[in-house]
C-alpha cells in the first residue's frame, strides 16, 4: 500500500512509526528539515522537504497512486486542503486531522466527501471519548463497546485480592462463562492467552463480556470498593480537557487547572464549559494548590497537560493524596510503559487514539471498527465475515488461527454473543477479534 503522510510532527513520526513496520510504501512530507533528519534513517520510508500542501510536491510524491493520504500537520486548513489536492490528483482515500468539533461532526461527513476527504479525525475528542468512558466507570482501565454496547470490551489491572487469579483459563473461561479473557498485558509484554494460562496479581486482563455482566466481572475482579466519580480535578485547560467537559454526564463536574491566564479567561467564557467546569488559574502540578482545591475529597484526578513528565508526576502524587482514579496523557509513547510500571491509572494517546481510526481506513475486508490498545501492543477490529471467506468455513476450533489471534465474541443480526471452540461463524457476522503485531493480516479469514 502506497501512503502519504503529510506532517512529521508527534502524530505524523508516530504514523511512520507503525506503518513502516508494515512494508507500506510511505513518502513523509514536512517543510521543516529538522524534523525529518532522522526519520528516513530510522524507519523504511522517503522523506519529502516540501510543503504538502504544494500541488507540485504532492505529483512528485506520487499522490496519483496513492492508496491512502494522511494529513496530520498542526494547522486543520493545511490538513484538509493536503487531502483535496491530494484526492484530486488521485489518492483513493484521505484522512484530515481537525480539531473542532464542527467539522468532524457526522453531519458534514457527506459535504466532506465531496471535496475529497474521506474521514476526519479530531483526536483530542476520540482521547475525551475514551477519557470520559473511564471516569464513568471508575474500576476499569479500559472500555471499549461493539454494536452499541451488544458486547463490551474491558481492560482491568488485577490486584491482589481477585478471585481469577492463579487458575488456568481452561477453568475460568469454560463453554458457560460469561465472559471471556482475550488479552493479558504483564510487565512489558502483552499474552494471546489460551487454556493453560493464568491470571497474575498486576496483570491488565482485557475481558470481552455482555453488558448484563459487568457487575459479576466487578466482583471477581475485587473492585468493589472503587467509588463512582463525580467530582474531578483537571490539570490543564486545553482542547482534550474542554472535550472531555462536553462529554461528561451531567452528574460529574470538575475544577479545571490552567497556568495560562488567557487561557483561563476563555475558558471561563464558554457556557458549555462552566456549567460543569470551575476555572482556577495555577500550577496543576502544586501540591499546596491542590491540596487547597480538595484533591483528597476528589473521585478522580486527570493530568491533561501537553507535558507527559509533569502528568505522570502529578498523577502519582494525586495517588498518594488518596485520589483512586487517576487518568494521564502521555503523548511520548517511549514514556507508555514506564507510566504503566509506575501504576499512575489510565494512560491515554492521542497518537495511539488516531492510529486507530487511520488502520480502519488501511484494511480492505469490512471492518466496523479499529481499536488499538493503548498500553499493549495489541489491536482488536470488528470485522464482518464475507460470504465464503475462510473464517465461515470451519468452527473456531478447527480454523488452525495463528498462536496471536483471539476471536472475542459475534454480534449476529443484532446480538452479541461470546465464541466457544463449537462456534460456527456465519456470513454477515461481525466478529470481533484481537491480534499481536500487523492488524492487516488478520482480513484474509474474512473476505
Given at each position: 500500500?502506497?501512503?502519504l503522510?503529510?506532517?512529521a510532527?508527534?502524530?505524523?513520526?508516530?504514523?511512520?512509526?507503525?506503518l513502516?513496520r508494515?512494508?507500506h510504501?510511505?513518502?513523509?512530507?514536512?517543510p521543516?528539515?529538522?524534523?525529518?533528519?532522522n526519520?528516513?534513517?530510522?524507519?523504511?520510508?522517503?522523506?519529502?522537504?516540501?510543503?504538502?500542501?504544494?500541488?507540485?510536491?504532492?505529483?512528485?510524491?506520487?499522490?496519483?497512486?496513492?492508496?491512502?493520504?494522511?494529513?496530520?500537520?498542526?494547522?486543520?486548513?493545511?490538513?484538509?486542503?493536503?487531502?483535496?489536492?491530494a484526492?484530486?490528483?488521485?489518492?483513493?482515500?484521505?484522512?484530515?486531522?481537525?480539531?473542532?468539533?464542527?467539522?468532524s461532526?457526522?453531519r458534514?461527513?457527506?459535504?466532506?466527501?465531496?471535496?475529497?476527504?474521506?474521514s476526519?479525525?479530531?483526536?483530542?475528542?476520540?482521547?475525551?471519548?475514551?477519557?470520559?468512558?473511564?471516569?464513568?466507570?471508575?474500576?476499569?482501565?479500559?472500555?471499549?463497546?461493539?454494536?452499541?454496547?451488544?458486547?463490551?470490551?474491558?481492560?482491568?489491572?488485577?490486584?491482589?485480592?481477585?478471585?481469577?487469579l492463579?487458575?488456568?483459563?481452561?477453568?475460568?473461561?469454560?463453554?458457560?462463562a460469561?465472559?471471556?479473557?482475550?488479552?493479558?498485558?504483564?510487565?512489558?509484554?502483552t499474552?494471546?492467552?489460551?487454556?493453560?494460562?493464568?491470571?497474575?496479581?498486576?496483570?491488565?486482563?482485557y475481558?470481552?463480556?455482555?453488558?448484563?455482566?459487568i457487575?459479576?466481572?466487578?466482583?471477581?475482579?475485587?473492585?468493589?470498593?472503587?467509588?463512582?466519580?463525580?467530582?474531578?480535578?483537571?490539570?490543564?485547560?486545553g482542547?482534550?480537557?474542554?472535550?472531555?467537559?462536553?462529554?461528561?454526564?451531567?452528574?460529574?463536574?470538575?475544577?479545571?487547572?490552567e497556568?495560562?491566564?488567557?487561557r483561563?479567561?476563555?475558558?471561563?467564557?464558554?457556557?458549555?464549559?462552566?456549567?460543569?467546569?470551575?476555572?482556577?488559574?495555577?500550577?496543576?502540578?502544586?501540591?499546596?494548590?491542590?491540596?487547597?482545591?480538595?484533591?483528597?475529597?476528589?473521585?478522580?484526578?486527570?493530568?491533561?497537560?501537553?507535558?507527559?513528565?509533569?502528568?505522570?508526576?502529578?498523577?502519582?502524587?494525586?495517588?498518594?493524596?488518596?485520589?483512586?482514579?487517576?487518568?494521564?496523557?502521555?503523548?511520548?509513547?517511549?514514556?507508555?510503559?514506564?507510566a504503566?510500571?509506575?501504576?499512575?491509572?489510565?494512560?491515554?494517546?492521542?497518537?495511539t487514539?488516531?492510529?486507530?481510526?487511520?488502520?480502519?481506513?488501511?484494511?480492505?475486508?469490512?471492518?466496523?471498527?479499529?481499536?488499538?490498545?493503548?498500553?499493549?501492543n495489541?489491536?482488536?477490529?470488528?470485522?464482518?465475515?464475507?460470504?465464503?471467506?475462510?473464517?465461515?468455513?470451519?468452527?473456531?476450533?478447527?480454523?488452525?488461527?495463528?498462536?496471536?489471534?483471539?476471536?472475542?465474541?459475534?454480534?449476529?443480526d443484532?446480538?452479541?454473543?461470546?465464541?466457544?471452540?463449537?462456534?460456527?461463524?456465519?456470513?454477515?457476522?461481525?466478529?470481533?477479534?484481537?491480534?499481536?503485531?500487523?492488524?492487516?493480516?488478520?482480513?484474509?479469514?474474512?473476505?
Amino acid at each position: 500500500m502506497k501512503i502519504l503522510i503529510a506532517g512529521a510532527g508527534a502524530v505524523g513520526k508516530h504514523l511512520a512509526k507503525l506503518l513502516s513496520r508494515e512494508n507500506h510504501d510511505i513518502v513523509i512530507l514536512d517543510p521543516n528539515e529538522e524534523r525529518l533528519q532522522n526519520l528516513q534513517n530510522d524507519f523504511d520510508l522517503m522523506a519529502m522537504v516540501a510543503k504538502p500542501t504544494s500541488i507540485e510536491a504532492l505529483q512528485e510524491a506520487g499522490a496519483a497512486d496513492a492508496d491512502l493520504a494522511v494529513g496530520v500537520m498542526e494547522q486543520e486548513e493545511s490538513n484538509i486542503t493536503f487531502c483535496m489536492f491530494a484526492r484530486s490528483l488521485g489518492a483513493k482515500k484521505t484522512v484530515a486531522r481537525v480539531d473542532s468539533y464542527e467539522y468532524s461532526s457526522p453531519r458534514y461527513a457527506d459535504f466532506f466527501h465531496k471535496i475529497g476527504i474521506s474521514s476526519m479525525i479530531y483526536p483530542e475528542s476520540l482521547a475525551a471519548e475514551e477519557i470520559v468512558d473511564s471516569m464513568k466507570r471508575s474500576w476499569i482501565r479500559q472500555w471499549w463497546e461493539v454494536k452499541g454496547g451488544e458486547l463490551v470490551l474491558i481492560g482491568v489491572k488485577v490486584r491482589k485480592g481477585a478471585k481469577i487469579l492463579n487458575i488456568p483459563l481452561r477453568r475460568l473461561c469454560g463453554p458457560d462463562a460469561p465472559y471471556l479473557i482475550v488479552a493479558i498485558k504483564r510487565g512489558s509484554g502483552t499474552i494471546i492467552p489460551h487454556g493453560d494460562d493464568e491470571v497474575k496479581s498486576q496483570d491488565v486482563v482485557y475481558f470481552m463480556t455482555q453488558q448484563k455482566y459487568i457487575p459479576y466481572l466487578r466482583e471477581i475482579t475485587n473492585k468493589d470498593d472503587y467509588p463512582d466519580v463525580r467530582n474531578a480535578i483537571i490539570t490543564g485547560g486545553g482542547n482534550t480537557a474542554m472535550c472531555v467537559v462536553k462529554q461528561m454526564p451531567d452528574y460529574m463536574h470538575v475544577k479545571i487547572i490552567e497556568q495560562s491566564e488567557e487561557r483561563c479567561d476563555y475558558l471561563s467564557e464558554q457556557e458549555d464549559i462552566t456549567r460543569h467546569a470551575m476555572i482556577i488559574h495555577g500550577d496543576g502540578s502544586d501540591i499546596s494548590l491542590l491540596e487547597s482545591e480538595s484533591v483528597r475529597t476528589a473521585e478522580a484526578f486527570l493530568a491533561l497537560t501537553n507535558d507527559t513528565e509533569s502528568n505522570i508526576l502529578s498523577c502519582l502524587a494525586a495517588k498518594r493524596m488518596g485520589v483512586r482514579k487517576t487518568i494521564a496523557i502521555v503523548e511520548n509513547t517511549d514514556y507508555i510503559p514506564m507510566a504503566e510500571s509506575l501504576d499512575i491509572g489510565t494512560i491515554i494517546n492521542k497518537q495511539t487514539v488516531a492510529a486507530s481510526h487511520i488502520y480502519q481506513m488501511m484494511l480492505n475486508a469490512d471492518v466496523k471498527n479499529v481499536k488499538c490498545l493503548t498500553v499493549s501492543n495489541a489491536d482488536v477490529a470488528e470485522f464482518v465475515a464475507s460470504p465464503g471467506s475462510k473464517i465461515t468455513r470451519k468452527p473456531v476450533k478447527d480454523l488452525r488461527l495463528p498462536p496471536n489471534i483471539n476471536i472475542g465474541g459475534i454480534v449476529r443480526d443484532g446480538k452479541g454473543m461470546l465464541v466457544n471452540g463449537s462456534t460456527q461463524i456465519m456470513a454477515g457476522d461481525e466478529v470481533v477479534v484481537f491480534c499481536l503485531g500487523n492488524i492487516q493480516k488478520i482480513e484474509k479469514y474474512f473476505i
